[in-house]
């Protein structure tokens, strides 16, 4: 038998860290702080690429592509962004066996060079809105890595929009976070919270910059996507300048938003529990798995099970569904069976002669852990709404755990008793120190000011000034 996981109450840091490389989802590279993303994980990512790139193309948006390099000086042109930046800059100085005239950066983001390209690309008021989107890599050096969720190279989409209007930039954040939650609800059953960041959390050279907030099952917040009003801070930088209606010079406003490879840990976070995995069935590189059973030496039984396993798998693959028959020798069922659970599969199938002669099949549910009888006639019919199922059971499960651990505190006591394990909503004066301050009492941040919420009613939770929001922010550790 493979040894077990850690269980996540005892050190969710190791589960965590077991279950990716158990799972195959990655594996460690040779260069420290980078990771190959393996079959199983890059599935889940192509999955989580293709749903959101058509919900980014039916809001009118086209993909294009930047280089990777850009020239050092570009940074510089934005002060807050390359203060924000500068300590996770990786930089080519040599190419070609000589020293470069001009460093260049491997993108951290690609703001600068954009903005450079859309000052040629933009004259008129008719050359606007741009709606553009990127897939691409990027890298940020950063100290401490672990896999999804801090490596130094990460896959990410960025989008990059221009605008007439403050109005309409805004309109475009708020449009682009709301598509990240609905997003993360109806594809990873993940319950986000969607809110504004405090100004010490915002984005390096954002006026605005809105959150999704992920619960993981140990309550620590997750930042699981972003997207950024610039107003007009990076046109200015870049004179990205147009002639308005008025026939008038005026600067763009611009917008940013990307997610990356780390929703892969917020899935894994937000879902997984002792036994490994669960995956979200709407993104799950496999929603059912076949495992068919039989005596290494009965040859006869071998076929009649295998014929059969097959014929359901095409049928399902015909609805659709992605499915996988685990024709793996050399192992037992039962090691196949804890395989597949850990890897999060929403349906286990198990086939064996036994079930032939009477015409059935036994369905293994992810979820319940519960095991349940199918005849056979019956189980390609039930098996699309019992995926959606899965979904809404998922979906309630993470909801009902958010909504367990958020609790509101009234005073800086209860907030110290209770940040462990919760997320707190709280009311907060608004002020960078006194963010601090809790940040170094407790490790907590503010995680966002939701966009709907609960009404502040009262002075900070902490200082006792006034409050400076209309609703009550979420503290909590975050990752
Ligand atoms: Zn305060």
Redesign the pocket.
């Known amino acids: 038998m493979a040894k077990k996981l850690t269980p996540q109450s005892q050190d969710f840091s190791a589960w965590y860290n077991e279950i990716v490389y158990k799972a195959d989802l990655a594996d460690l590279s040779p260069v420290r702080g980078s990771m190959v993303i393996r079959p199983y994980g890059f599935a889940l990512w192509e999955n989580i690429q293709k749903n959101l790139d058509q919900m980014f193309k039916d809001t009118g948006h086209e993909n294009l592509y930047f280089p990777l390099l850009i020239p050092m000086s570009f940074f510089e042109r934005e002060a807050k962004h390359v203060e924000g930046f500068a300590p996770e800059l990786a930089v080519v100085t040599h190419a070609g066996g000589k020293e470069l005239e001009e460093p260049l950066v491997i993108r951290p983001t690609s703001e600068t060079i954009i903005g450079e390209m859309y000052s040629k690309w933009i004259m008129s008021y008719r050359d606007l809105p741009l709606l553009y989107n990127q897939w691409a890599n990027v890298m940020r050096w950063e100290m401490r890595t672990r896999p999804f969720l801090r490596t130094t190279e990460f896959l990410w989409q960025e989008g990059h929009t221009a605008h007439e209007t403050a109005e309409e930039a805004e309109a475009e954040t708020i449009q682009m976070v709301n598509i990240y939650t609905k997003f993360a609800r109806d594809y990873a059953a993940i319950p986000v919270v969607t809110g504004e960041k405090t100004v010490g959390e915002r984005f390096a050279g954002a006026k605005m910059t809105l959150t999704i907030e992920a619960m993981m099952r140990d309550s620590k917040a997750l930042q699981a996507g972003t997207s950024h009003y610039m107003g007009t801070n990076f046109a200015e930088a870049f004179d990205i300048s147009f002639n308005d209606k008025e026939n008038k010079q005026a600067f763009v406003h611009t917008t940013s938003w990307g997610l990356s490879t780390r929703f892969i840990g917020a899935i894994i976070m937000g879902h997984g529990d002792d036994k490994g995995l669960i995956m979200p069935p709407r993104l799950a590189p496999v929603q059912v798995v076949i495992v068919p059973i039989f005596r290494k030496n009965d040859a006869e039984a071998k076929e009649a099970v295998m014929t059969k396993a097959n014929g359901i798998a095409n049928e399902l693959k015909a609805q659709s569904i992605r499915v996988k028959v685990d024709t793996r020798q050399g192992m037992s069922p039962g090691f196949k069976f804890n395989d597949w659970e850990q890897k999060g599969v929403p349906i286990r199938l198990e086939l064996g002669p036994k079930d032939l002669e009477n015409s059935t099949v036994v369905l293994a549910d992810r979820l319940n852990e519960a095991k349940e009888t199918v005849a056979l006639d019956r189980v390609v019919g039930i098996m699309a709404d019992r995926l959606e199922q899965f979904h809404h059971k998922l979906l309630k499960r993470a909801t009902d755990f958010r909504d367990e651990h958020s609790i509101e505190v009234d005073n800086y006591e209860d907030f110290k008793a209770s940040i462990e394990g919760n997320w707190l909503l709280v009311n907060?004066?608004g002020?960078e120190d006194?963010e601090n301050q809790i940040q170094k009492d407790t490790k907590a941040t503010p995680r966002c000011i939701p966009l709907e919420g609960i009404k502040s009613d009262g002075n900070?939770v902490?200082?006792g000034?006034k409050s400076a929001y209309e609703r009550k922010i979420i503290f909590a550790k975050a990752y």
């Open positions: 907060h004066c002020s006194c900070c902490h200082c000034e």
